[in-house]
């Protein structure tokens, strides 16, 4: 599960999908930051409006006694002043004298500072009766009766602006999860159909690696034309190159080869020393030139539908085991029928007649032929091929050398020495692998590793 996450991410939706999901996240974290914050200021801000009106609204009605003691000259309108521990409280201190104060205080005094003079209006937090936590507003005034300070205090309990507040962080973060996931299955989308084209730029190479196309067709967006543009230039490019090459390399291997003949016709059957010299370089040279005709005809691309390789491994073998039935080799095939190369069937002729063969040569009594598919996760279809003897075989320190152009470890066997140079060759053109190894019978294993065409 990890490895499919760590591998979806690492791709191109993926990253986009991750970055877009991440800034939309922390967007709204900011967003619902602010806006907790602005209602609560708005809230905090209301109340202490209405704290400022209730205490104008006290002032308004003060009067001082003709026997020296403040009072209202009418109730305050609001009946929560007068029930015990409502939440709403009013008070009037003067230094050195009794508080006068609500009937919702009850025996509850709020906390007063009188010798500290204010007559610009403060708010803060203090605790109320009850244990209720209070938003108060204070303020000091001079009545025109006389020169007395009082303190005016009128607070609320903070209880009911809380739950306002909680209530609408829980309705925010309701809306902004709703949202995130409306953002989040937009941006799905968004990713999904913006990267449709490169999907199927994708899908047109695949097809034309396959053989069943050769350029990128269709219709595509004016940012990614030109880009289709350009892999077209590049394949015609690349085919001319081919073309190109394999003209110059087989016009000149057949120029050399005239006159290679004519030097051999001229040496052959004659004796001598220099003679014999001269006859054997000459061979040798006509080798290479065949093996470089043979490298300048490698197709190295796909074979579109795809070669049905056991029935072409089933003709090499019954070809290799007529060559060698005076010496009684056993030969054996197992391979599955559905099987495609996805390669041309010259070439694929050329390197698994080249191992059977080989094998044949060297075996004692028989001689291994298997073939299956290989799976690997998001990589490329591919087939194993195995053949493998069970004749003398040949030191591992030797095994990589025997692919060497002309390398041959027995020089009593016939042969040129090209036939695995030929075969690694190939192989690498079509992005395989070959390998020898030691095989389970004694003998020589060339485990060949091939581009299979899906069934």
Known sequence: MMAALRHFFSGLTGRLLMSAVLLSIAALISGSTVLSFVFRTYVVSDVD????????????????????????????????????????????????????????L????????????SFSIKYMEVEGPDGQSLRMAERDIILPEGERIFHYHVAMDTAEINAAI????LWLMGALSVTMLVVTAALVLQVRYGLKPLRRIGENLSRIRAGKESRIEGSWPHDLQPLAAEINALMEQNEQLVNRARTHVGNLAHAVKTPLSIIQNDVEGQNGERLVRIRKQTRLIREHVDHHLKRARIAGGGSGAGLPIHERLSKLVRAIEVMTSDRGIMFSLDCDESLRFDGEKEDFDEVLGNLIDNAGKWAESRVSVTAERIIEPNQRSMMKICVEDDGTGVPESELDTLFERGKRLDELVPGTGLGLAIVRDIVEMYGGQAVLETSEYGGLAAILRLPAKDA
């Open 49 to 104: 409006t209405r704290l400022e009106l209730f205490l104008d609204t006290m002032v308004g009605i003060s009067e001082i006694s003709p026997d020296g003691v403040i009072r209202f000259t009418r109730p305050l309108s609001d009946q929560r002043f007068s029930t015990p521990y409502s939440g709403l409280y009013w008070q009037i201190s003067e230094q050195g004298q009794e508080a006068f104060r609500s009937r919702s």
């Open 106 to 117: 009850w025996d509850f005094e709020l906390a007063s500072q009188p010798e500290h003079r």
């Open 166 to 169: 909680q209530q609408f962080n």
